[in-house]
């Protein structure tokens, strides 16, 4: 089978191995455009390219799909199927009609729940004990077409949505490779989704990792898995940014009366929510480097009693 790739970032490596090591024949791999990233602007280039030409592929990076010089160069590679794994942009019609097959997407959710660009983000942050991951066949919808397979696995408690999603996707890359026989056989029958159960994410912002201590300390623990690597989670003190980098949770049961509050208690740096404290392991105040929260408190003493934002 002629398959053609389209993935962006480091966890969509293990799916592009698997066709690479594949007995398919893997006619083009598409990710994209460099991008510039960190303090110097240089430009970056997406994980799947640095994997992909270090193994001397060919990468198409074209700036959009809907160019129809590049709908001709994928109708001329004539793909039997599109396997896509992250791609970071949606699939236009056009597109979905040129291979045979039509195109597969692997969807780091249970779906119908959390369609859209962030769900194992949103389920760390609603408190869910599972997920799993969905092979579906891209439609012209949001994440909304028929299910090809699903597994279900258990949140670890400790794992970042990071950690999380390269476990889907790796789990993903082994079901895309087992159900692809059962494409050429003709023995798969996709089961449309049930919309009574349709839940949707919405993109993450930086923002959203601003910490409310209006909320209690088990949801910013939450938050601090959900949002990492990126965004992270922040407050701020005397109008700077202050990211925190770890925390650990602090009698999550006791009521408080003043959420925010900074205090030193057994050596630790404890800041009170509604409901819960938090330990303040270490941070980093925007414009320094990360520190540890004591050595934080050696250096600004006047953070201890403080009332963050």
């Given amino acids: 089978m002629r398959i053609l790739f389209m993935g962006s970032p480091k966890f969509s490596i293990p799916v592009l191995k698997n066709l690479i ?3 398919h024949d893997l006619v083009a791999i598409y990710t994209k455009s460099d991008k510039p990233a960190g303090r110097g602007n240089k430009m970056s280039s997406p994980a799947i390219k640095l994997f992909a030409e270090n193994l001397d592929f060919k990468v198409h990076q074209p700036s959009s799909l809907k160019d129809p010089k590049v709908q ?4 001329q590679l004539n793909p039997d199927l599109i396997v896509v794994a992250a791609y970071g942009k949606l699939i236009p019609k056009e597109l979905l009609l040129i291979p045979r097959y039509g195109c597969w997407n692997l969807h780091p959710s249970l779906l ?3 369609r859209g660009p962030s769900p194992v983000v949103s389920a760390i942050l609603d408190g869910k004990i599972t997920t799993g991951v969905t092979l579906m ?5 949001l994440d909304t077409g028929p299910i090809i397979s699903q597994e279900k696995i258990e949140i670890d408690m400790n794992d970042s949505a990071g950690e999380c999603t390269e476990k889907l996707f790796a789990i993903g890359a082994k079901m895309l490779i087992k159900n692809l026989p059962n494409l ?3 023995n798969l029958v996709p089961e449309p989704q049930r919309e009574a159960l ?3 994410t919405k993109l993450v912002k930086k923002s959203d990792g601003l910490i409310n201590w209006n909320t209690t300390a088990e949801h910013i623990i939450r938050m601090d898995r959900a949002y990492r690597p990126w965004p992270g989670i922040y407050t701020i003190w005397k109008n700077k940014i202050i990211k925190i980098l770890e925390v650990k949770p602090y009698r999550l049961d006791q009521m408080y009366e003043s959420p925010g509050k900074v205090e030193k208690i057994n050596g630790n740096l404890i800041v009170k929510t509604t409901k819960g404290a938090l330990i303040l392991c270490k941070l980093q105040l925007e414009g320094k480097r990360e520190v540890s929260s004591i050595d ?4 600004y003493p006047d953070f201890i009693n403080s009332k963050l934002e």
């Avoid at 001709?72 to 109708?75: K, N």
């Avoid at 934080?296 to 250096?299: N, R």
């Fill in 184 to 186: 050429i056989n003709g």
């Fill in 198 to 200: 349709v839940t949707t």
């Fill in 112 to 114: 119908p729940e959390y």
């Fill in 296 to 299: 934080f408190a050696s250096g």
């Fill in 72 to 75: 001709e160069e994928v109708s």
């Fill in 137 to 141: 066949q891209i439609d012209e919808g």
């Fill in 21 to 23: 090591d594949s007995q």
